[in-house]
Structures are given as C-alpha cells and as structure tokens.
C-alpha cells in the first residue's frame, strides 16, 4: 500500500478493531472522545456532490457558574491545488486555507518565475478581497494564507492574512521560521518574518497564526500563548516521507502545553511541475517532491483531538468548541503558574551569548 | 475493559489490522521501525521466570566518514511497588527507576508520617550505595530517582542521583517543576528544584534528567538540550485518567524539537494505603488514585519511537542508540539554527513583568 493510498489511521482502527479495544485505543491516542457535530443536510449532500470531506465535531467544557458558555465554530478546509501547476497564474488564483493557499507549493523548484507572479498585497491583493467578500456574507474570520509582496521594498513574505467578520483586514502574521530542508529551502524566496507574535481579538475569540515550519518551534506556539491566543492555527504544507509521524505530535503538545486549542491544516495531493529539480539528497532529479498528506486536525488543551480529514482527499472539518475550556484546564494543570519563566528569561539570555559556558557536569 | 486490563496499544493493532495497513498505521504512529534487538537466551529465561516483560530496539545512524558510530544501550525500568504500602519500610526500600523509585507514590495521601522516612540522602542514602555497586559491577551509568533529604536544612527534594560507571556519584538533579493538581499536590512535601538544567557527561554521552511533571514544560526539555544533553530522562509517575493521552506526546515532541533522546518512564500497577484520602474532585474518599499505566518507550529525534512497555507488567526495555543520529537530525532539520533564540529571550524578559503589555490587535 503506498502512502498516497492509504486514507486515513482513523479508518483503519475503526475497520478492524473489535469494539472494547476500539474504545481503549482511541482513548490512549486521541484522548477523551469528541462528540459527532450534527451537521445540515444541505451541507452533507454538497459534500457528496463536489467530492470533499465533511466532518463535525465539538469539544465540551464544564458549566460554570458566572461565565456562559462561549462557544464558537471553526472550519478548516485542505485542499488540492486546482489547476496544473503550469496553467495560466490568473486560472490558478482560488483560495484556501493551507499555506500559501492560492498557488502550487512551487518553492521545491528554486525558480523564481513564473511563481513570484502569485505574490500580492496582504491588505488589497485579490485573494484577500475574495476572503473580505466571503467574511461579510457568512459573519465569518477568515485566516487566509499567501505569497505576499511588500510593494514597497519589493519582499516577499509568506503571511496569513486575518480578516475580520466585519470584512475588514484585522493584520497579518508572517512566517517566524524558515526552514532550510531538503524541498523546502524557502529562503530562496523569503525570510524570517518581523510581525512577532501578534493575535488577534476577534469578535468570537483571540486567535493567531503559527505558519508550517513554525510548529516545529515550541517557543513560538509558547510566545503566541503567552501574547492571549486562544487558539492558534498552523497552516502547513508538508509532505509524507519528511514529516507525517510528526504531524499527530506537535501541534497536539502545543496545545497541551499552552492550555489553548490548535488547529493543524495541510495541503493534499501530489504536485507536478513541469521543469525537473533535485532535491539534495543525492537522487535523480524529479518533477514532484511528494505526497501532500491532509489529515488536518483540531487539538483540546485537555490532551484530547478530533480524528483527522483524511489523507487524501479535499475536505472541511468543522469544530465547535467552547473556549472555556482554556482557563478550566489551566486552572486543573496549572503549567504557566508552575512555568517558572523568570528563570528561563534569565537563562535563555545567557544561552544566547556567543560565549555561554553550558552547565556540564564531569566526573 | 478496564483501563487496568488493556495490555497495550501495540499489541491491541498487531492483533487486528491486516499486515500492509499495519505498516503504514504504525509508520503514521511510529515513526521510521525501530529494529528489534537479539537479547541473550539468559536474559529472555530470566524474564520469563521473574514474570518481567523484556523488550529490546535499536535506532540505527547513517555511517559518517570523521565520526564513528557512538553506539550505546540504554535500559529502562517500569516496576510495582514490591511490598504493600503498609509493609514495614526498611522493607519496602528497594530499587528503580521510576519517581521516587524507592516508595510508593504516597503524596495523594498528604501525611507527612510515614512517608517522609523513606527520604534519604542522594550522595550516602541506602539506594545510592546500592546503586553504586551495581553501577561498577555492570559498567554502567545509573539514573536512581530518590526522595531526597537534605539534612542541614531539614529540607526534602525529589531528586534523582546520577552514577558513574566508576561508581562515583557525579551529581544530582532536582525536580524543576511542582505539580499542584489533583491527587499530585505534591508542593506539600518538597518544592522547585535549585538544580537547573544541569548535565552530566558520561562516559557513553551527555545525559540530563527531567522529572515527571517537568515533561509538560517545553522549555524544561529545551533548557537541557541548550546545555548540550544528548539523553532526556523524564522519570514518571502517573495515572491513566489524568495523562495517558498525553504520554505518547510529550517526551516524542521534545525529542524531536531539541534533536535529541528522549526516555520515558513510568510506573505500573495500583497502590492502596490504609487511610482513605480525598482528592478535591468532589468525590468520595477512597484508599488508591488509580492505575499507573506503564509504557514506557524511548523517542528519537529523527520523530521515530519505540513501542512501549506494557500498561499492566513489570518490564525493562534496551534500546540501542547510535548518539550521532543526533547532529545528523540537526543538520537536516536545524532547529536550533532557525530557533531565533536571541528574539525569544528578549520577548521572554518583557512577557514575565507584572506590566507586560500583550501584543494584541484589535479592529
């Protein structure tokens, strides 16, 4: 079976396990199970219609005595690219919700034409008036990836651009970490972003955005938190054989750490370019650099997540949740009362020093 | 099925699934196969009349041409308590590996009498003279987790001692983190640890300890490895209901965010005092808080992981590690390249005054 073939983990557990042990399992990997959200029929027919994944879940909390509930939904959508990857850029400009969601994940190439020509403006690019329309007409935030150009300075930056339910840009959130691996030497395009840990207050909660390589980080999952995110979203696009046994683990530990929800969401599918380009590994140069692996997720701070879309098909998930459940589990855990951080101030100043004597015991 | 019964993830799935889903479903959750490892007939008899589980793996390295292989064995210990927990305790003073491996996890009780006897000292106590002859004996490194008493003071710590192979006892490494939660307050016996990030270089690598709770603390795994451990110890006690879906998380993501080792050790079993104790859940006193679950594994900073020890039995797992995996992993991912760490200190200084301003923006 090969990895572009096998839909989901969920799937098969669910498939072959008798049920007592299905129960033991899904507790021990995913946690304190998440309730089905039931969803309107209109929806499910669209979904069966267009061919895309629809899930629903939510995520309870406790009642509290003077705060209602605030519950809210999120939607995270991956997808495909659309159109091959060498038809015409105004064909190819759709929107989504993965990273650099308009354009084919065209960094692998190392050209710079014809794929700098998918970069536009955060505030008045076409991706983001599309997004502002969409915003307006569902009284929805949208968090919308792109290729941005700075104008300006003529940079690029790989930025989420937040939109408020108002249709009013609320600001972006550029890329903090930019990996140098294998395909993904994005520095040939752009660097590490300059909007620090920003989150956003929007009308349904303060969320922020942790782009790809970012959850790799835990100081930047850590600093996003510590800025009031109550949920921050991972925008990704990331492929089978480099990372997908760590797709499952860190933006679930971000989550667990933080006291906050995460939402993991990548790209699907398998994209082909036209030029060949090898990859620094020493093999054949290719036309593609693998299989984009789905399985976007939504993460609790109790330790518990929702199963993920599948593999490899395009799909939404929508998540209902209600966001006391942060302070109720800070309060349980207690991880930044116990986190000690005026400590690791002082010595993370000290590590960063050129001279740092590490603290090494020898014998 | 009672949490109690349910042997173990891994063999619940190599039970069930058909062989091709299997591999991928492990590969998903798993990471790169871990090679078994042939262990020595006396040893498999040894287990086999003991009633021990015993398991061994290896994580393989590429050959590098100025570095030979640094091929070492680590072996892990999950055991009950030997002897109820009203035995007599010079009775009950016996060896792990565990939390305070010496005593039965006796802090949900919250009396002082007689749990505070078995505290010892980490440099002439029973358990580290005792450990210091096996260390010479076998040539090995020994981890020993005690409650420590620091006579001057009067001053109890949770502590673990590390032996040299020679014998000597190289140091000591206190308990960073202090839960307050649940049947774990167990600030009422011992507070943070004034040990830092300390390391230890062994003769077979650089070794660091963080204890139990700390494992919940990002930045207590990342503060070793910035003092250049190679191996995390993350000595546990826990209970199913509270943490077991967090368990395969934590210590896996902090080997893969530091490009380092990671072990993880827990206890086994259900320990029953003779006074009954509340645990400020609202529900009713009672004389055990649970099932320790076992499960112990180690965690590779390529992503990969062994399976884990049982939920239910005594085991020792040996794993096999080539330490140059370590700089190998770095230099593909580069985390602490890309970590902008000199950002994160100044951010952190600003984020732990009373005044701190979040950065948050609103419409």
Chains 1, 2 share one sequence.
């Not at 498939?15 to 507790?27: F, N, T």
Request: with cysteine; hydrophobic share 35%; glycine share 6%.
């Amino acid at each position: 079976m090969s990895a572009c073939q096998f839909e989901s983990l969920e799937k098969s557990l669910e498939s072959h396990l008798p049920e007592a042990e299905l129960a033991e399992v899904k507790r021990i990997l995913f946690g304190k199970e998440t309730k089905k959200l039931d969803l309107p029929a209109r929806a499910v027919e669209a979904a069966s219609e267009r061919d895309f994944e629809l899930k629903g879940y939510r995520f309870d909390a406790a009642q509290e005595q003077l705060r209602p509930p605030r519950n809210i939904r999120v939607g995270l959508i991956q997808h495909r690219i659309v159109l091959p990857t060498d038809a015409p850029i105004l064909d190819q400009v759709t929107m989504g919700k993965k990273e650099t969601g308009t354009m084919p994940f065209a960094f692998c190439t190392r050209e710079k034409e014809p794929w700098t020509e998918f970069a536009e403006s955060a505030e008045e690019g076409n991706t983001t008036r599309f997004c502002q329309e969409l915003a307006r007409k569902y009284n929805m935030v949208v968090v919308s990836p792109i290729l941005e150009r700075e104008d300006l300075h003529s940079t690029l930056w790989n930025t989420a651009v937040v939109i408020s339910n108002s249709g009013n840009v609320l600001g972006k959130s550029r890329k903090n970490h930019i990996p140098r691996i294998g395909d993904f030497n994005e520095s040939t395009y752009y660097m590490e972003g300059n909007t620090g840990h920003t989150v956003f207050q929007t009308q349904f909660g303060k969320i922020a955005v942790n782009i790809c390589y970012g959850r790799h980080h835990p100081l930047n999952w850590f600093m996003y938190s510590m800025n009031g995110a109550e949920i921050i979203f991972n925008p990704s696009a990331t492929v089978g054989a480099l990372s997908e046994p760590m797709w499952p683990i860190e933006a679930r530990n971000a989550a667990i750490a933080n006291h906050c929800f995460t939402c993991a969401i990548n790209r699907v599918g398998t994209e082909h370019f036209k030029s060949e380009f090898t990859s620094g590994d020493g093999k054949k140069a290719h036309h593609d650099f693998g299989h984009f692996y789905g399985s976007s997720y939504v993460a609790a701070p109790d330790g518990s997540r929702t199963p993920g879309l599948s593999r490899t098909r395009d799909g939404l998930i929508v998540v209902e949740m209600d966001l006391n459940l942060n302070r109720q589990i800070s309060d349980k855990w207690s991880f930044k009362m116990t986190g000690r951080y005026a400590e690791y101030a002082e010595e993370l100043t000290k590590v960063v020093e050129h001279d740092f004597k590490p603290k090494i015991v020898k014998e």
